[in-house]
């Protein structure tokens, strides 16, 4: 067989949403794309904000320094500087260029701190339910997930985490708000996660994934992982939040509490060079400092956010839901 034992059995157990879409696809053309809603790669329905289309637009014709060359494997440093306030002003931590590494995309960052950080049969823990393909990153580089329950609502349970923790694991990945949950992790038990972790007799990495951190409803607010949690890796995009998923731009924060902050600054440059990403999108990186704070229009969202979820309380699925996030 030409294909290796290992990916022949991931795509095995992975194609069918790959499956989903292409059969999306199909139906659209059969029976007319308005008639067809589509849920499965997560493909924003809405265009980019006008600021960033703007941002694009600008750096296209006024053919900008650097749009289509290489740059230093981390990144422009003056992109990275932008981030860094930008963060810095979120969680109050000293971030700085030397901690931002731009990537190809949240997928390409989690693969590049995976790579730098992660031994054969290291373990990372894996709150259920979960985005699929954290499963292939950690194995991309012979680490093991170790999924662990939440509670009814989806939301961690810091005990649990706890009893999962042995001298291999090395990183636990949080998502929040999750994909597919929704849920959004408490101040109050990120806080009680931090004092496991700094009770654990190794340093174990917090890998937050935050592309969904812009979509928040009803005035509920997401707290800042990396603000609570010492040990933390920022990983995050603008596919979600500026509809740009095929446009591969984002980000690995690594936080300044870190005390081996730098060295993993350092790896993970390499790593993501090592890797083929070389560095993330040139002319992409220059727009997200164009425009650093556009944000989505969550009317849009949250009407289509309204509608879903009256349809699923009428047709009453929690149960069914319930079960399939237990059973992955
Ligand atoms: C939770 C989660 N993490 C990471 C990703 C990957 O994001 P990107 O397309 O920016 O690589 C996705 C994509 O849907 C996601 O839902």
């Known amino acids: 067989m030409i294909v290796s034992e290992t ?131 950690i194995a991309n580089f012979s680490g093991k997930m170790v999924p662990v329950e939440t509670t009814e609502e989806f939301d961690l349970d810091v005990a649990a985490i706890e009893s999962k923790i042995t001298p291999r694991t090395r990183a636990i990945i949080l998502n929040s708000p999750n994909n597919p949950s929704g849920v959004i992790y408490s101040e109050k038990v990120l806080r009680e996660l931090d004092l496991v972790l700094e009770r654990a007799n190794h340093p174990i990495i917090v890998i937050s994934d935050e592309p969904y951190k812009s979509f ?60 083929g990403f070389i560095n993330a999108p040139a002319i992409w990186q220059l727009a997200t400092a164009e425009a650093p704070d556009a944000l989505p229009d969550l009317a849009l969202y949250s009407e289509k956010r309204d509608l879903l979820c009256d349809g699923l309380a009428r047709a009453d699925l929690r149960g069914t839901w319930v079960s399939v996030c237990r059973t992955g």
């Open 7 to 137: 990916v022949h059995r991931q795509i095995e157990s992975a194609s069918w949403i790959r499956r989903m879409f292409e059969e999306g696809i199909r139906l659209k053309a059969e029976r007319g794309a308005e008639k067809i809603f589509d849920f499965t790669l997560g493909n924003p329905t809405e265009d980019p904000p006008e600021k960033v289309q703007a941002a694009l637009r600008k750096l296209v014709e006024t053919n900008a320094p650097g749009s289509h060359s290489y740059m230093p494997n981390a990144g422009f440093p003056a992109v990275r500087r932008t981030l860094a306030e930008s963060l810095k002003r979120d969680t109050g931590l000293p971030f700085t260029e030397n901690h931002i590494l731009m990537t190809v995309g949240c997928a390409g960052a989690m693969n590049t701190v995976f790579k730098a950080m992660l031994n054969p049969g290291e373990e990372v823990i894996v709150p259920m339910p979960f985005f699929p393909d954290y499963q292939f990153y």
């Open 216 to 275: 928040v409803y009803e005035g509920a607010a997401c707290p800042e992982t990396s603000s609570i949690i010492s040990n933390c890796v920022i990983a995050t995009s603008w596919s979600k939040t500026w509809s740009i998923p095929g446009e591969r731009i984002g980000y690995l924060a690594i936080s300044p509490r870190m005390p081996e902050a730098d060295a993993l600054y350092q790896a993970c440059t390499f790593t993501n060079r090592i890797l």
